[in-house]
Nanobody, 118 residues
């Protein structure tokens, strides 16, 4: 099982980034996917989540209207489009795959750094 995030980097305040998370080794279309982030000295927090079919999404309040989660089950990839970035969005961003099927299957990627700074 692998989840590989990409697309992070340094961006100025007000800028945009698109993160990708490529999945392999499991049936991607069966899993709910989510993005989390962890800033230095802070706990990991949920950013956004999307159901296995992509039919429903939810966002942390501070990301609503700025971030958009989407997925392409044909490409085994989940995305996070981040607009109007703020310095407080600086963090390591992780993707997560989770499904309950008899037991809980729960996988994390290694993370990608996003730094918002002028």
């Amino acid at each position: 099982v692998q989840l590989v995030e990409s697309g992070g980097g340094l961006v100025q305040p007000g800028g945009s980034l698109r993160l990708s998370c490529a999945a392999s080794g499991f049936t991607f279309s069966s899993y709910a996917m989510s993005w989390y982030r962890q800033a230095p000295g802070k706990e990991r927090e949920l950013v956004a989540a999307i159901t296995s079919t992509g039919g429903s999404t939810n966002y942390a309040d501070s990301m609503k209207g700025r971030f958009t989660i989407s997925r392409d089950n044909a490409k085994n990839t989940v995305y996070l489009q981040m607009n109007s970035l703020k310095p407080e969005d600086t963090a390591v961003y992780y993707c997560r795959a989770r499904v309950v099927a008899g037991r809980i299957y729960d996988y994390w990627g290694q993370g990608t750094q996003v730094t918002v700074s002028s």
